[in-house]
Structure formats: structure tokens, C-alpha cells
């Protein structure tokens, strides 16, 4: 399933449902560290294919991870 990190995933998600996408997911803000995703909603293109946005903290300085 391909990924994309973004920023503002509530935003994302208000977008996607405006134009008729049903997302998936927990709303609520989940409190781990980076990497770990705090939040991730799924939903289908419209060829249903699916796809998955995920939120998460900022990467510390120095960090090596992805």
C-alpha cells in the first residue's frame, strides 16, 4: 500500500471527504515519538487502489531515520 507523510492530516482528511473519499482511521492524536506515526487515515483512488497519509512528529536534528 503506498504511504505519504503530510503535515496537517485532519486537513487531509476534511479535504478527501469534501470530494466524496470516505477515509479511514482513528481521529484522535496518538502521543509517540518519531518515527511512529501519530496519526494515519486509508481510502481508495478512484480506480480502488489503496492508499494510506500518515502524521507524525518532526524528525529530531541529528536523527538518521527515515
Known amino acids: 500500500m503506498p504511504c505519504r507523510f503530510v ?8 479535504k478527501l471527504e469534501a470530494q466524496v473519499f470516505t477515509a479511514f482511521g482513528p ?3 496518538r502521543d509517540l ?11 481508495q ?3 480502488g487502489n489503496w492508499l ?3 502524521e507524525r512528529n518532526p524528525k529530531p536534528e541529528g536523527s538518521t531515520e527515515n
Open 52 to 54: 494510506e497519509m500518515v
Open 45 to 47: 483512488d478512484p480506480d
Open 33 to 43: 515519538d518519531y518515527p511512529w506515526a501519530r496519526l494515519a487515515i486509508y481510502f
Open 27 to 29: 481521529s484522535e492524536v
Open 7 to 14: 503535515d496537517d492530516l485532519p486537513a487531509w482528511r476534511e
